[in-house]
Every structure is written in structure tokens, then in C-alpha cells.
């Protein structure tokens, strides 16, 4: 690795992989597009009838369309502009995993950066590297990556390890990795079609694998582009380990879910295996798979409007049956005062909601007098995407505290993490924050909050509420309505946003046509930026 290069890695405080361990001769890791692997792992179908093919599935997912995201582009470009010198590492850093294959081609050949912002916009005579870098995560990345150092920190922050050793000196440009045992005509058949010959790797199954990419500590950067602080950016895995679901489920079982019966794996000369991985890669971001089929022409999508709103569709499905429950435990009424007691559960092995800190769940109450007419609502969603008397909202420089108790409209208990820079401020810039000024995400079953690192600490007020603990938490609302409005009508919701309102207002001050796109976008959808994961209603008579 040049000086140059290393100076960069340094700052970027990345991973370099694709060489092999211990050789003084850099060798190139081959990479192809999903179009080589597609033509035979579309067309499945279970003993049902069910279309799961692998293809298809992935086209419409995020990971497919990683490099594409409008959002992540217009995140990368305004962390350019902030820190002007360290550009070419923040984009190496950027690209490490939403552009995998071509930034690691990038650092396997010359060695340089990986690059964002040259590969766009698709253009029908891009070259190969261009082909890599708008291919998302795709196929041979992910089967590519060996176990070594898997669930270890050297593995976070895209510090997975393509092992340039597993190539061979003939045909096969390398080994793809899988979860199944493959005899030799079958691996013949692969490697004639796709250059790449299977091998058996349990790994592939396991969460540390995710881990690579979805473990992230950004590292903040003071004006000449030094690091001053550095902060976990979003650490799922290191979440899901502290919980009761380390031993029970693995990201895979949630997020690629196993189709039921045995299925072929492959279309061509295919045997009915158990346990095929669906590779829907089911999330979150049902708002950017929206914004990517309603602006598929200017965002170069490839994928088919189906298969963007079946992605959408299965993640809806997922979001509203498999992330909260919401009860009204309590609901009475003395004079013209109702107390309502509502509890939240999380269902799923990390924080609610994790990854990304754009992302917040909150709690949505209405209460309504015999009439219909609303005495009071907490937590209304403006048609502009922002969260009625969410002080965030209204004021980059605050942020709503949590509440155990809320007797006041304006007040909402919204579960989230606030970003503060050196001085203390409330920031979205990522590279600017270097700790969290609050923290109150709902906790999964078995996560211990006093035994907790600090990279995955509650922080708030939320430390110190008892009724805030693994897997579920406790608000009172104590409500003004007069008792000639009975019987009441109350209803509470628990609505969840990929991108709050703050985190895409804060992208207009940059006159830069990356993030000026993602807020024209952003104001054209916010009506529809969120979605109800729970809700429960009861009448107080």
C-alpha cells in the first residue's frame, strides 16, 4: 500500500481487503455484476407455487440499490462539503459498503480511493468499474467474504475480507460461497456460466457477517480533516448480542427469511434444498423503495416497478407484524381528567428503531369526545413530515426529551438518538458527531441497560425510568376532557420514519444538485415518509 494511500485509510478509518494475507504481490479480486448469476437463480418456485426467486427478489431490495439511494448520496456530498479536506476519503469510506465491489477493485488494482460521485449518472458506455459500482451489494461481494475476522472489531466499518487466495489459476475467476454442499457437475455447470465455482461456507448464515457493514463508527473531523472523536454510528449486531436474540435468531432468520419447504436453489439442473435464504433483504426504508419506483428514470433503477413495490409490500409486511405491539394497559376516567397507561413492546433483536439515527418511532394519541371532535392528540404527523411539537422539528438545536409521563399536547415520546458535535449541539452531520445526547430507542427482550457498553448505552432520561427496560416500555397520558364529552374515544398509534423531518431539512442549505434532488424528493413524499407499526384503541365512558 502507497504512503498516500495508507495516509488516506488512516483518516477514513477503513479496512483495506482484497490482497492476499501475507503476499508481497498484489492480486486482483474478480468481481461481476448480478447479471451473470441471475440468468440461472431467477425462476424458483416452492413445491406451493411461490415465486422466490433470488434474482428478482434482491433487484427490488436496498441492497440492490445501495449506490443509488438518493438519500445516501445526498448524506455523502453534504460530509464533502463539510470537510473539503478529507472529500476523496470520506467518499473511499462511503463507498467501502454501498459500493463494495468496485471500490474494493479500486484498492485491489491501482491501489486509489474508492470513488461515489464518478460513476454516476448510468450511462449505457460506463466501464466495467462504473457496471460494479451501481450494482449495489450484489453477488459476489457478499459470497466472496471469507470468515476471518468475522464478529471481531478489525471486521466493522466494511472490514470484511475478500481472500484473493480462493482463485483459482484456471477458468474460475474465484470461489462463490454459499451455505450448500455442491457436487462437482453442478459446480462444473456454475463456473462454466458464471466464472465462479461454489463452495461450501456455514458462515454465510451467521449474523457476524452482517456485522461487516451494519457495525459503523464514523470518525468526527475537525477542519483541516484531523479526527476528533468518533461515534457508533449505527451497531445493530453489537445490539442484537446484548439481547436474549443472540441465542434465538440470527439477522439472516428475520431479513432473509427461509422458505418453509425444500426448493431448488437454482433453476438450472436444481435440487429441492432446505433452508433457501430468501435474498429480499426485508428493512425498513419502505420510503426510499417508494422514492426509488417513483423516480426510477433520474436514479438509473433497474429494477422492475413490480419488484420495488413487492419490496415495499414485504417491508410494510414486516414493519407491521414483526417490530412492536402496542396495548392500553389503563384507561379511567375521574371527573374531567382520563389517565391512560400504554405500554410498547419490541419484538425485534436490536433497538427500535436501529441503523441509520435518521430513523425514530413515536407515540401517536387522540383522544375524542362523544362527537368525534379531537380534545387532544399527541404526536400528529404534519403533512411537511414533521412531528407536531417535536422541539427537533421546529429547532435543529433541540430535541424532545423522553417522557414517562406526557400531560401536555405539545409533548410526544418519540424513541430515537440525538446526535451532539464536540461542543455539545445538536447536529445530523456524521462526521461532525462525536457522541449522543440522547438515546431512548426501545430495547429489545433481554438487553440489559445497566450492564450495557456505552457504544450501545441508553442515554436521557430514559437511563433512569424503570418502566424503560428489555423489550418494552411504560407512558402515562394524563388528559383534560370534560366529563359531559363521555364516553371517549382514545386510540394510540406507534408510527415509525426512515428519514425524520431534521435529518432532510438540514440537506437544503447545501446548494449542491445531490442534495437539492433528495429534498425536492423528500417534500414531494413526506406525506407519506411514515407508517403505523401498532396501534389499540379503547373506549372511556
Excluded at 436 to 457: E, H, M, Q, T, V
Aim: net charge neutral; hydrophobic share 40%.
Amino acid at each position: 500500500m502507497s504512503r498516500p494511500f495508507r495516509a488516506l485509510a488512516a483518516i477514513a478509518g477503513v479496512v483495506w481487503c482484497g490482497a492476499l494475507a501475507g503476499s508481497a504481490q498484489r492480486q486482483t479480486v474478480a468481481f461481476r455484476t448480478a447479471d451473470a448469476c441471475l440468468a440461472c437463480h431467477n425462476g424458483l418456485t416452492t413445491p406451493a407455487g411461490e415465486d422466490v426467486s433470488i434474482g428478482s427478489d434482491w433487484r427490488g431490495s436496498m441492497m440492490a440499490n445501495s449506490a443509488r439511494d438518493p438519500y445516501w448520496l445526498a448524506a455523502v456530498r453534504r460530509e464533502a462539503i463539510d470537510h473539503p479536506a478529507a472529500a476523496v476519503a470520506i467518499e473511499d469510506t462511503c463507498a467501502t459498503c454501498h459500493m463494495p465491489m468496485a471500490r474494493a477493485d479500486a484498492v485491489a488494482t491501482a491501489p486509489q480511493a474508492g470513488r461515489v460521485f464518478r460513476h454516476f449518472p448510468v450511462e449505457s458506455h460506463g466501464t466495467h468499474r462504473d457496471r460494479l459500482a451501481q450494482d449495489g451489494v450484489s453477488c459476489t461481494i457478499c459470497h466472496q467474504i471469507s470468515d476471518r475476522k468475522l464478529g471481531t472489531p478489525e471486521s466493522f466499518s466494511g472490514g470484511f475480507v475478500i481472500d484473493a487466495a480462493s482463485a483459482s489459476h484456471g477458468a474460475s475467476l474465484g470461489t462463490a460461497l454459499g451455505p450448500f454442499d455442491v457436487d462437482a457437475g453442478r459446480a462444473a455447470v456454475m463456473e462454466s456460466a458464471s466464472t465462479f465455482r461454489p463452495a461450501e461456507a456455514p458462515h454465510v448464515r451467521k449474523s457476524e457477517l452482517c456485522a461487516t457493514c451494519h457495525t459503523l463508527y464514523t470518525r468526527a473531523l475537525g477542519p483541516k480533516g484531523e479526527r476528533v472523536g468518533q461515534l457508533p454510528e449505527q451497531v445493530p449486531f453489537l445490539e442484537w448480542r446484548h439481547s436474549a436474540y443472540r441465542d434465538d435468531k440470527s439477522c439472516q432468520a428475520c431479513h432473509m427469511p427461509a422458505v418453509e419447504r425444500a426448493t431448488p436453489v437454482t433453476s438450472v439442473l436444481g435440487t429441492p434444498r432446505e433452508g433457501l435464504a430468501r435474498h429480499s433483504f426485508r428493512g425498513s426504508n419502505f420510503f426510499v423503495l417508494q422514492m426509488l419506483n417513483r423516480y426510477r428514470r433520474e436514479l438509473g433503477v433497474v429494477a422492475q416497478p413490480s419488484e420495488l413495490e413487492a419490496a415495499g409490500h414485504r417491508t410494510a409486511a414486516l414493519l407491521q407484524s414483526e417490530t412492536a405491539t402496542v396495548a392500553i394497559e389503563r384507561a379511567d376516567r375521574s371527573a374531567n381528567r382520563l389517565t391512560i397507561d400504554v405500554a410498547v413492546q419490541n419484538l425485534t433483536g436490536h433497538k427500535l428503531p436501529t441503523g441509520f439515527p435518521s430513523r425514530r418511532a413515536w407515540l401517536n394519541m387522540v383522544v375524542r369526545d362523544r362527537n368525534g371532535a379531537i380534545v387532544f392528540e399527541s404526536g400528529a404527523l404534519s403533512a411537511d413530515g414533521r412531528i407536531e411539537g417535536n422541539d427537533n422539528d421546529d429547532d435543529p438545536l433541540k430535541y424532545e426529551p423522553h417522557f414517562r409521563d406526557i400531560r401536555r399536547a405539545e409533548d410526544v415520546e418519540i424513541y430515537e438518538s440525538i446526535i451532539g458535535d464536540a461542543d455539545g449541539r445538536v447536529t445530523t452531520g456524521l462526521l461532525t458527531g462525536t457522541r449522543y445526547l440522547k438515546d431512548n430507542r426501545l430495547l429489545p427482550r433481554g438487553f440489559d441497560k445497566a450492564s450495557a457498553d456505552a457504544d450501545i448505552a441508553v442515554l436521557g432520561d430514559a437511563a433512569g425510568d424503570a418502566d424503560f427496560a428489555g423489550g418494552s416500555d411504560r407512558v402515562t397520558y394524563a388528559v383534560d376532557a370534560a366529563a359531559d364529552g363521555a364516553p371517549f374515544q382514545v386510540e394510540v398509534a406507534l408510527r415509525f420514519q426512515p428519514i425524520g423531518f431534521r435529518w432532510a431539512r438540514n440537506l437544503d442549505q447545501y446548494r449542491a444538485m445531490e442534495t437539492q434532488r433528495f429534498v425536492g424528493y423528500y417534500n414531494a413524499m413526506a406525506g407519506e415518509s411514515a407508517i403505523v407499526l401498532a396501534k389499540a384503541s379503547t373506549t372511556v365512558r
